[in-house]
């Protein structure tokens, strides 16, 4: 019996010493928090998703305090959220100008065709490692859904072969544009009127041939746009999102049907 209480007496005294020890290596090793970064912190929806180029909401709020990002970097972030972290860190709200993701891809099942039968892993990213020529289109999307892992918001989905993005949904955090191979995905402004679903380089003769979706780079809608938002670089045409008015006369002329509206096309 005494051999127990004797046990019970060392270990208790064993605990009180590393309790101790403890309080005074945290007493020792406290770093200041500034009080903005635990109230930024509130304001950031807590998604990890990475979409502002940090770590995570952790690291976002930091680096708001610190000055290293602005106030506006959280791409979730909804104008209240924004107005409010303004307000904690003392300067004028900065107007966000929201974005989405969308595909620069039409090409799907029925507008191309396979041209090998991949078996590997479905991954696009193992797919273009392969080095395996997929579809017929080599600028287009593979359909393996990489960018549909990476959403954290269930926002993209491959639909007949092509990826698509629900805009309801897309909160524009830019997972998605990370993980594609082929670059397709851009984040482009919310209230876009109009988008060019393509990013196929090759010569209108060539795309003709692998996609029925694809531009031709002909020009015609660059005749058409009355404030200079759209031009063709490398056989491709390329909207500004900011000169854009919507007039929609482009589409209306492209013979391939490749200029689209943003939330019209990308509906999963």
Avoid at 227 to 248: F, P, S
Wanted: with cysteine; net charge positive.
């Amino acid at each position: 019996m005494q051999g127990i209480v004797i046990a019970t007496l060392i270990v208790g005294v064993i605990g009180l010493l590393i309790g101790a020890a403890l309080v005074a290596a945290g007493k020792k090793f406290y770093v200041e928090v500034d009080e903005r970064e635990v109230l930024v912190r509130e304001c950031l929806p807590g998604n990890n998703c990475g979409g502002c180029g940090q770590a995570g909401c952790d690291a976002a709020a930091a680096a708001i305090v610190r000055g290293e990002a602005e106030v506006n970097v959280c791409p979730v972030c909804n104008e209240k959220a924004i107005r409010e972290i303004s307000a904690i860190m003392g300067v004028d709200s900065v107007q966000a100008v929201k974005k989405r993701a969308f595909v620069r891809c039409a090409g799907t099942c029925g507008k191309t065709s396979v041209k090998c039968n991949y078996v590997g892993i479905r991954d696009c990213r193992s797919a273009v490692l392969s080095g395996l020529p997929v579809w017929e289109c080599d600028y287009g999307c593979l359909g393996f859904g990489s960018c549909v892992e990476a959403c954290a918001f269930d926002a993209i989905h491959v639909k007949e072969g092509a990826a698509v993005v629900d805009p309801e949904k897309c909160t524009g955090c830019g997972r998605c544009a990370a993980v594609c191979p082929k670059n397709l995905i851009e984040l482009i402004r919310s209230d876009a009127k109009a988008a060019v679903a393509c990013s196929s380089k090759a010569r209108g003769p060539e795309v003709k041939k692998v996609c029925a979706a694809g531009c031709l780079g002909c020009k015609l809608c660059t005749r058409q746009c009355e404030t200079e938002a759209i031009r063709v670089e490398n056989n491709l045409a390329q909207i500004d999102y900011d000169k854009c008015v919507g007039c929609e006369k482009c589409m209306e002329k492209c013979p391939a049907k490749a200029i689209v509206r943003p939330v019209m096309c990308q509906k999963v």
